[in-house]
T-cell receptor, first 113, second 115 residues
Framework: AQSVTQLGSHVSVSEGALVLLRCNYS??????LFWYVQYPNQGLQLLLK??????LVKGINGFEAEFKKSETSFHLTKPSAHMSDAAEYFCAVSGTGGFKTIFGAGTRLFVKA | DTAVSQTPKYLVTQMGNDKSIKCEQNLGHDTMYWYKQDSKKFLKIMFSYNNKELIINETVPNRFSPKSPDKAHLNLHINSLELGDSAVYFC??????????????FGEGSRLTVL
């Protein structure tokens, strides 16, 4: 069975500050891990994915995430927040074959001017 | 060209009515899904079809009936709508097979409001 826990339903940062969104997973098989972003009234779009290649994954809009097997974590970071980063962020996990992707509860990112 | 498109985008209806949401993908994917997003933004998988065959049915009430006429289309029909069905329904697609990693491509969502 697989599950995802996102720590913090809301995170608030100032513009220009570091963004850190936390995600821990549980999986009985080697996982594939994802971060998706959802802007208001839109669908989800992929930010980045880990598929067992490099453990540090770079995505769009300056985001990156590091897969740490020993900590079962896949935290999302961005060095400098921009107002346009304000959105809902979802961590997700799937297994081989990819038929069933499980999502975390989401973290709403607020960016203050 | 929109990769995953669903219609309608908004749906407002009375309790007890029946409604349908349609979804089409032009990505050539073998697998399509319906996800439900509640008012707290929680996303839960409802159904998954692979090459027109149902492969995941996540304890969804049988008032919900998905239909896949071909692998590019997955429709969702809901009978006897209830207040608790109010949500945003997302269609998604992905590649399938052992090499697949589960990356999902989402539609824009269909916001259903039951009065």
């Amino acid at each position: 069975a697989q599950s995802v826990t996102q720590l913090g339903s809301h995170v608030s940062v100032s513009e220009g500050a570091l963004v850190l969104l936390r995600c821990n997973y549980s999986s009985s098989v080697p996982p594939y891990l994802f971060w998706y972003v959802q802007y208001p009234n839109q669908g989800l779009q992929l930010l980045l994915k880990y598929t067992s290649a490099a453990t540090l994954v770079k995505g769009i809009n300056g985001f990156e995430a590091e897969f740490k097997k020993s900590e079962t974590s896949f935290h999302l970071t961005k060095p400098s927040a921009h107002m346009s980063d304000a959105a809902e962020y979802f961590c997700a996990v799937s297994g081989t074959g990819g038929f069933k992707t499980i999502f975390g509860a989401g973290t709403r990112l607020f960016v203050k001017a | 060209d929109t990769a995953v498109s669903q219609t309608p985008k908004y749906l407002v209806t009375q309790m007890g009515n029946d409604k349908s949401i349609k979804c089409e993908q032009n990505l050539g994917h073998d697998t399509m899904y319906w996800y439900k997003q509640d008012s707290k933004k929680f996303l839960k998988i409802m159904f998954s079809y692979n090459n027109k065959e149902l492969i995941i049915n996540e304890t969804v009430p049988n008032r919900f009936s998905p239909k896949s006429p071909d692998k590019a289309h997955l429709n969702l029909h809901i009978n006897s709508l209830e207040l608790g069905d109010s949500a945003v329904y997302f269609c998604a697609s992905s590649q399938a097979g052992l090499a697949a990693n589960g990356e999902l491509f989402f539609g824009e969502g269909s916001r259903l409001t039951v009065l």
